[in-house]
């Protein structure tokens, strides 16, 4: 038996971003290079009558050595960064930035990302972002250039959650705070602004036609927006395993392509491909471009194209050479950042188990796609659990049960959401009307949150600190080889 070139590029790049992930997770690549060495030999000895098996050997022993070799360059870049940040940690220093985005809200001050211009009057020598935390009464806009002044802050790891090196895959090094700012550049008015300001607007309607809790989760719903969830409600999202409709990650993308075909399913398939990338680049653009949500919303495209095209060989191979483009950007947040993970392990269970999933649900009606959003977030759900299980230390037994509950209402809560908002932009009064069709399907949702939110006694708790980084890579090697095995006894049977 012999491998096409395709299968040999696949295997090179599913190599290359094992050799990051390990090396990522042991931080020196002459540890990484003594794993492969036992690891390949073992399977070279085992494989010396099979010349395609050693074929293999030689392709992924170089991936995974150029893997390492990146990611051991880029680690010591962001060492370097560290040692240039952490020589003011705990000092007073005077700082001029120019502000990114929106971070967090809560009650009592707002917190942003700012790209670090100034330190002390000198030019910052690195590309450095960082969190500043300024009182509920200032009000930042994207590329502002402001000055502060405020003791710099590390970050640290909480909950056995590495967060320090899941912002550092974004690039952000440390935080501050302060209660002056001085503005030395008003924001341009540009599309940054535009977007930032609509998307404001929109928030403060819906604030303004719904109530608070059934306003969040339409925040969630269609902006990935939840900055002001209070502690309790957020608690009840985690417990019963819903945070994945409020978070910025592949499932919001997952939801505009159920919004979007839910809506437009009469479109021939040409369309449907073109509305859908369209309406996942705008919600980008609203949500800021987070880079999980860049991730996202490429890989949201992609699978799109995916499933319609069927083809699931040439569909691995894009998916690893997009992982490979990503993981080039920022190797930290191959092995950091959760929704890198969850939106790639979306988009691979769904190739492969949507039409599993299909026939066990065929008698879910198929009318404005309900099977289709039913089986897709089924899909998606599935294979992200022991990911989600490592990284958040818990799962509800009744979760299932909890998904299936809400999921039918996703499409139109959003579809209604947004007709509620287009009529509000021209009746206000009609707008409150028409809403209440909506407040039903929010309330019931925040019903079903609560419910199995305070379900306590089908949580199952897990304590895998200090050890779940090296679970997350066990599963991640153990997929890589399930879905090279199925590839391989595929080709047989040809």
């Not at 540009?190 to 989760?217: C, H, Q, S, V």
């Not at 392509?257 to 437009?264: A, G, K, P, Y």
């Not at 499409?411 to 909506?438: C, K, N, Q, R």
């Amino acid at each position: 038996m012999y491998f096409s070139k395709n299968t040999y590029f696949t295997i090179f790049l599913i190599g290359v971003l094992l050799g990051i992930c390990v090396n990522n997770f042991t931080e020196y690549i002459w540890l990484s290079v003594l794993l492969y060495g036992v690891l390949l030999l073992l399977w070279i000895i085992t494989s010396l009558y099979h010349r395609y098996i050693f074929n293999v050997c030689i392709i992924l022993l170089w991936a995974l050595l150029l893997g390492s070799y990146y990611s051991e360059v880029h680690v010591s870049q962001i060492e370097e960064k560290l040692e240039y940040t952490q020589k003011y940690s705990w000092l007073y220093v005077s700082f001029t930035g120019q502000v990114k985005k929106l971070y967090k809200r809560s009650d009592y001050y707002d917190e942003y990302i700012l790209d670090l211009e100034y330190v002390e009057d000198e030019k910052a020598i690195w590309d450095i972002s960082h969190i500043l935390r300024v009182p509920k009464n200032f009000s930042l806009t994207p590329n502002q250039l402001i000055s502060y002044s405020w003791k710099v802050y590390e970050i640290e790891d909480f909950d056995g959650f590495s967060y320090k090196k899941y912002l550092l895959a974004s690039g952000i090094y440390f935080s501050t705070s302060t209660n002056t700012i001085e503005t030395l550049q008003d924001s341009p008015i540009g599309w940054k602004n535009k977007m930032f300001l609509a998307r404001e607007y929109l928030l403060g309607r819906i604030a303004t036609i719904f109530p608070g809790d059934e306003a969040i989760f339409l925040w969630g719903i269609l902006f990935g927006a939840r900055e002001n969830i209070p502690k309790d409600l957020k608690e009840d999202f985690t417990n019963s395993w819903l945070t994945h409709f409020i978070a910025v990650s592949g499932f919001n993308i997952t939801l505009c392509v159920i919004f979007t075909t839910f809506i437009f399913w009469f479109l021939p398939l040409w369309g449907r491909i073109i509305t859908v990338s369209t309406v996942i680049i705008m919600f980008s653009f609203f949500v800021w471009l987070w880079a999980p949500v860049v991730r996202a919303a490429i890989m949201g495209i992609l699978w799109y194209i995916f499933l319609q095209n069927g083809n699931t060989t040439r569909n691995i191979t894009l998916l690893a050479f997009t992982a490979v483009c990503m993981a080039l950007y920022s190797p930290l947040a191959l092995s950091y950042d959760v929704s890198l993970h969850l939106s790639f392990l979306a988009v691979i269970w769904i190739m492969y188990t949507q039409d599993f999933f299909t026939k066990i649900f065929s008698w879910i009606p198929s009318t404005f796609a309900i099977r289709e959003a039913f089986v897709l977030t089924l899909s998606a759900l599935s294979f992200s659990l022991p990911i989600m299980i490592f990284q958040f230390g818990q799962v509800s037994l009744l979760a299932p049960f909890a998904n299936i509950a809400v999921t039918w209402t996703i499409p139109l809560a959003m579809l209604w959401g947004a007709i509620t908002l287009i009529v509000d932009s021209i009746s206000p009064t009609l707008a409150s009307y028409i809403g209440f069709l909506e407040w039903i399907l929010l309330y019931y949702d925040i019903l079903m949150v609560r419910l199995f939110g305070n379900l306590e006694f089908a949580l199952i708790q897990f304590d895998f600190w200090p050890y779940k980084i090296y679970g997350q890579l066990f599963y991640f090697i153990v997929l890589s080889y399930i879905v090279s095995y199925y590839h391989i006894q595929k080709m047989r049977q040809i």
